[in-house]
Structures are given as C-alpha cells and as structure tokens.
C-alpha cells in the first residue's frame, strides 16, 4: 500500500484543561473518502482544523504527505490541501466570477460554478446570494483551488449543511469524483447519505475514535441514532 497522505498519531487537544480530542490515530490515502461522524461536541470540526494546521496548540504528530506539519509552511501546505469551514465568509462582498480570482484555477472554478446549477449568478454579489447559494460558492472555490487532485487533500466541514437536496447530492458526487481521481476527502457531517456515499466512517464521541470501517461496518441502528444527534 502508498504511504498516507494524512498520519496522525496520539493526536490530543485541549481547551481551558478540558479534552476535546484524545489520542487520535488515523491514516488517509490516497483514493479514500472518510465521513467523520458524531453528536456535536465530538470533536469533529476540531480534529478537521488540527490536520489543516489551524490548531497550533494540538499535542501528537501529525504528517502530510509524509512531512510533519510543523515542517511545512502555510504557503506550501496551500498547494496540496485545502480546508472549507462550516459557515464560510467572504470579507469583500465579490461578484460571484471576481470570487473565482481567489482560485489559482478561475477556470475550474467556472467548471464547478456550473456544476452547482449557479451559471446565471456569475455576476452576483455574494450578499445577494441565498445561504445556500453562497455555500455553493465556496464550495466551488474549495473544488477548485487544489487544481489536478492526485494527491490533493480536501478537508470539508459539514459541506451539505445549508444545501437543497440536489445540490446536496452534488457535493457527494464530486467528492466520488476528486477520490477517483486521486484525492483524499475528509469531510464531517450529520448528513447521513453523505457518510453512507463515502468509503470509510469514522465515528468520534467526546474526542475519542468509537469505531472506523465501512459504512455497511459502521451504520448499526445505534450509530444512525449517533449521526442524526444534533
């Protein structure tokens, strides 16, 4: 098997002396897509922002793409990985094509524009754009940035929350395609198809890893109840 793209070991985080995360091991490749599941206040959103490197106080190791990331610098990091919180904002209110400037791809960035069904919004500021609309946006954005996906690493927060239906739908699709092609997704999520449509479930619960494996592994009555606690 390849080395992991993501290898982290004994990860731990700490807020105010209480645990968030405790001693998370977990290796990604290259091809997988890794649902992250749990109650909110699992740890989910935490452990994604420890393996973009927005957690400087995080204890453990963590590699990417073989290099401990306290080795590799923001700019470097840029090229190979890229994070979407949650609730993504923009502090220039852009037209939805001057937004797809901020990608070092606006062309692939157009590609996943269309994709979301926003072609006739291209012209838009961001703030006349529903929730929705503007999730699909950024989403385009985080598509896009990363370029040829090969050995790329997305890590997506919650990426069908504030979505309809099909674009939900959209979301799980691109993230089938972006593994195929030789990515790695991470993504958090209560979105139960989404995490059924991934190759792989990691459930957490009060910052430890429960149980990992396959959907047809992991979803039991018990954790479909766990996925949809919110």
């Known amino acids: 098997m390849s080395n992991p793209l993501i290898q982290c070991r004994q990860l731990s985080v700490e807020q105010q002396s209480s645990p968030i995360l405790n001693d998370i091991n977990l290796e990604v490749f290259s091809g997988q897509s890794l649902a992250i599941v749990g ?5 989910k959103t935490t452990l994604l922002r420890s393996l973009a490197g927005l957690i400087p106080h995080a204890r453990g190791e963590i590699n990417i793409r073989g290099k401990n990331i306290l080795n590799i610098s923001p700019k470097t990091l840029s090229e190979f990985l890229s994070y979407l919180p949650q609730n993504p904002t923009c502090a220039w209110d852009f037209t939805v094509r ?34 929705g609309e503007r999730k699909s946006v950024h989403l385009s954005l985080a598509f896009s940035v990363l370029g040829n996906p090969l050995q790329k ?58 149980k990992k494996g396959s959907p047809n592994d992991i979803l039991t009555a018990d954790l479909i109840k766990l996925i949809g606690n919110k």
């Open 39 to 43: 109650p909110n206040g699992a740890g």
């Open 98 to 131: 001057d937004f797809g400037e901020l990608s070092m791809h606006p062309d692939l960035f157009e590609h996943w524009i269309s994709r979301f069904k926003l072609n006739g919004k291209l012209g838009s500021p961001l703030s006349q754009l529903s929730g």
């Open 153 to 210: 690493i997305l890590l997506l927060d919650e990426p069908t929350a504030a979505l309809d239906h099909d674009r939900a739908l959209l979301v799980a699709l691109a993230i089938k395609e972006f593994t195929e092609a030789g990515a790695a997704v991470l993504c958090t999520t209560h979105d139960l198809p989404l995490a059924q449509s991934c190759k792989e479930i990691l459930v957490l619960d009060a910052g430890r890893v429960i």
